[in-house]
């Protein structure tokens, strides 16, 4: 069975005794308790009682002794006692029975235990546990020493399978002739009779059984007794029982009882108990207790609390310390704090320190900070370093600074370097730069490269470039090429340059092709040139003198009506002028001089009249 873990809770206070130089003493608390074991071999004799009884005979006939029952092989077997109430305990004697060859097989590997319960029999701290390697060196008769504080003794053993060793027996059986217990209950110590309290300062109220000295103090106080106080600069009074060092410190203090001040330069006053020194510095110290001064160089005077180094460097500065100069060549003399490298460059320089010059090719001499590569050339130049000339095809000597390509090309060249030739057909010589094609025909010509001639029917010989369809055709002409006739009949062989119908046809004639006659009843041989319909002269000349009259009686009625209109504002002026307070509105006993309204007369009355 695996070791027993120990056990520490607010139900089981268990508290280690020191290393005691005094001889035990006192009297055993566990005589004549009431006890129980897992169970018994006989139900009238070898009862659990047995091993408290005083009896200390190790012959099973003595009935001095227990022993749990051998029968169904088992594998587990346990004994305690009760002691009546929480003691100190401090030492355990077993006496175990020794009478034949088994009683050390069986006692081999048995566990103590110390509790405050009994819900198991391993439950409580694991005070010894028998470890014995060979079956001779198994003690029958020992003392433990249990420095603990609990109310039951538990003796436990148990058989694995396999078992720990061969020569173990195979169930497990205990018989134990006696158990004694040294110590006191809680609260009280004496040689014996546990007759003297313990001190008020111990925790608990727990003290050794024979000395008296506390195991633990309360808050504040230290000593055998807890009868000293612990320094009042111990962080929440917390000391050590022994000597009444201080665990930590309060804010500024540090040494065995913290009564030493922190350095003032310790930031927020925090150092370390033992040494003083300081857990972190102020602003522009270092060192252990931070007594010395960070370079005036240091970035907002930050430096490392160990060494001094600064953090970051004021600009222009760089070294741990920051003593070295950044190089003037340095792009607002800013560098790396390490090596002193450039951060960047001022224009026309470069490198790690900008020693070196950019190629006089460069674009206002800017280069890249690493490899002294130009940014961009100056017109005309091509390469890494500008150093290659552009074509002189490319027009206005411009070229793209990596492949030499030309921007654009002078008229008449083309390709990528403009080393190819436009057609002589193109208009101008312009031609595509990629592909060469033709942006515009010289006349007579069509296509990408201007190589096939247009139609000869095309008007002025010109064509549209893409498709060699005329733009328009030379009279008599017509279609996409202009390679149809008009018909004979259309006037002047003028027609339609899609359709080859006539614009006009002669007197007398209509039709699509003007192939039809006029009626002879229209007048001057006059008809639609659509559907023949007959256009009369006659009708043609009353239509248009009987728009010219109506026109002439619009215009003589407007000049009428506003010759009366004039001639009533003045009226009325005058009227005004002879009397301010004469009213604007009518008089109501006004009467017309006729039983007619008055009013301007109607246009055609006008013309009448």
């Not at 390509?405 to 390709?415: A, K, L």
């Amino acid at each position: 069975m695996a070791f027993k873990r120990v056990l520490f809770s607010k139900n089981v206070f268990v508290l280690l005794f020191g290393i005691f130089t005094r001889t035990s003493a006192d009297g055993n608390i566990a005589a004549l308790k009431t006890a129980e074991q897992s169970s018994d071999y006989f139900d009238y004799k070898w009862l659990a009682g047995a091993a408290v009884d005083g009896c200390e005979t190790t012959n099973i006939e003595s009935n001095c002794c227990t022993h749990t029952m051998t029968d169904g092989s088992p594998k587990t077997a346990w004994w305690r006692v009760d002691l009546g109430q929480m003691s100190s305990i401090n030492t355990i004697q077993i006496i175990y029975r020794n009478e034949i060859t088994k009683d050390k097989e069986r006692t081999a590997g048995y566990q103590l235990y110390i509790s405050n319960f009994t819900d198991s029999p391993t439950h409580g701290v694991l005070c010894y546990e028998e470890r014995s390697i060979t079956k001779d060196t198994v003690q029958l008769k020992i003392t433990h020493r249990c420095p603990y504080v609990g109310r039951y003794i538990t003796v436990y053993n148990y058989r694995n399978n396999p078992k720990r060793y061969e020569w173990y027996a195979d169930d497990a059986i205990l018989s134990l002739c006696e158990v004694k217990a040294s110590g006191c209950p809680v609260g009280f110590h004496g040689d014996g009779d546990c007759s003297q309290a313990c001190p008020d300062s111990c925790y608990g109220g727990n003290c050794h059984s024979n000395t008296g000295f506390c195991f633990q103090c309360i808050l504040g106080k230290y000593g055998d007794t807890c009868g000293q106080d612990c320094s009042v600069n111990c962080k929440d009074r917390l000391c050590a029982k022994d000597t009444g060092y201080c665990t930590d410190c309060i804010n500024g203090k540090y040494g065995d009882t913290c009564g030493q001040d922190c350095s003032v330069n310790c930031k927020d006053r925090l150092c370390a108990k033992d040494t003083g020194y300081c857990t972190d510095c102020i602003n522009g110290k270092y060192g252990d207790t931070c007594g010395q001064d960070c370079s005036v160089n240091c970035k907002d005077r930050l430096c490392a609390k160990d060494t001094g180094y600064c953090t970051d460097c004021i600009n222009g500065k760089y070294g741990d310390t920051c003593g070295q100069d950044c190089s003037v060549n340095c792009k607002d003399r800013l560098c790396a704090k390490d090596t002193g490298y450039c951060t960047d460059c001022i224009n026309g320089k470069y490198g790690d320190t900008c020693p070196e010059d950019c190629s006089v090719n460069c674009k206002d001499r800017l280069c890249a900070k690493d490899t002294g590569f130009c940014t961009e050339c100056v017109p005309g130049k091509y390469g890494n370093g500008c150093e290659h000339n552009c074509s002189v095809n490319c027009n206005d000597i411009l070229c793209e600074k990596e492949t030499a390509y030309c921007i654009d090309c002078v008229p008449g060249r083309y390709g990528s370097i403009c080393n190819q030739k436009c057609s002589d057909n193109c208009k101008d010589r312009f031609c595509d730069k990629v592909t060469g094609n033709c942006t515009e025909c010289t006349n007579g010509k069509h296509g990408d490269a201007c190589d096939i001639d247009c139609p000869k029917n095309c008007k002025d010989n010109v064509c549209i470039r893409k498709t060699g369809h005329c733009y328009d055709c030379i009279i008599g002409k017509y279609d996409a090429t202009c390679a149809l006739t008009c018909p004979v009949t259309c006037k002047n062989f003028v027609c339609d340059q899609q359709t080859g119908q006539c614009l006009e046809c002669y007197a007398g004639k209509y039709g699509f092709v003007c192939g039809a006659d006029c009626l002879d009843t229209c007048t001057d041989s006059t008809c639609n040139k659509d559907d023949g319909h007959c256009i009369s002269t006659a009708d043609h000349k009353l239509i248009i003198i009987a728009v010219q009259a109506v026109i002439i009686g619009l215009l003589i009625a407007a000049f009428i009506t506003t010759v009366i209109c004039l001639l009533r504002i003045i009226q009325n002026r005058k009227k005004s002028s002879g009397n301010d307070k004469e009213s604007s509105v009518p008089d109501p006993n006004y009467t017309s001089l006729s039983n007619e309204q008055e009013g301007a007369p109607h246009v055609y009355e006008m013309i009448v009249k």
